[in-house]
């Protein structure tokens, strides 16, 4: 049981346009919601987070969305660049939860 | 520097070999947790601690121990691996778990192949 999903296993955009990563979930209880960046050979490092009372939430060029009713959240990365290529986790926190959820990520690359 | 380590990075052993994947913290971290990492599958939770001396299951607990007897160390124990335990394991931690601290931060990983 998959609760929390990116159906996109992979993404490539061009240097300098906009990379728009999908994140799904279907626990009604999830009320956190972080965006990990993992490069190979390296732990996963976080880069965002929205909380559930927010619908949006933005640090320099990343921006996390978040549709509650759709059970939906996207990260976007404008303008994209080839050191952003790695594979991003969305990660999501029960309210009263003792844990993490992720997704099975998506790996971006970003062509110069 | 804030880290957390992992060892070792790399491990090759065979079925029903028991071995210790170790994990440390110098952030003094009060929460500290496992994970696997499979190809489709993401990262999937395996034990976590809330503090010392509590720990409880995550999503994938079979075949695996833990043990938090000190605030900074938190080792992953395999007593009987078997080839469905090689995989690409992570440690992490963070302050606590409250509404707060949710961000954790991960070690460099450790590759595990089991034959």
């Known amino acids: 049981d998959q609760q929390v999903k990116q159906n996109s296993p992979s993404l490539s955009v061009q240097e300098g346009r906009i990379s728009i990563l999908n994140c799904d979930y279907t626990n009604s209880m999830f009320d956190y919601f972080l965006w990990y960046k993992k490069y190979p050979a390296e732990g996963p490092t976080f880069l965002i987070s929205?909380?559930?009372?927010?619908d949006k939430n933005e640090d320099g060029r990343f921006t996390v969305f978040l549709n509650k009713s759709a059970k939906h959240l996207s990260l976007h990365i404008v303008p994209s660049q080839p050191g952003d290529s790695a594979v991003y986790f969305c990660a999501a926190k029960e309210t009263s939860g003792s844990r993490l959820t992720f997704g099975e990520g998506t790996q971006l690359t970003v062509n110069p | 520097e804030a880290q957390v380590t992992q060892n070792p990075r790399y491990l090759i052993t065979v079925t029903g070999k028991k071995l210790t994947v170790t994990c440390s913290q110098n952030?003094?971290?009060?929460?500290m947790s496992w994970y696997r990492q499979d190809p489709g599958l993401g990262l999937r939770q395996i034990y976590y601690?809330?503090?010392?001396?509590?720990?409880d299951k995550g999503d994938v607990p079979e075949g695996y121990k833990v043990s938090r007897k000190e605030k900074r160390n938190f080792p992953l124990i395999l007593e009987s691996p078997s080839p469905n335990q090689t995989s690409l394991y992570f440690c992490?931690?963070?302050?606590?778990?409250?509404?707060?601290?949710?961000?954790?931060?991960f070690g460099p990983g450790t590759r595990l192949t089991v034959l």
């Open positions: 601690s809330m503090n010392v001396e509590v720990t």
């Open positions: 929205i909380s559930s009372i927010k």
């Open positions: 992490a931690s963070s302050l606590s778990w409250s509404r707060s601290y949710n961000e954790q931060f």
């Open positions: 952030m003094n971290h009060e929460y």
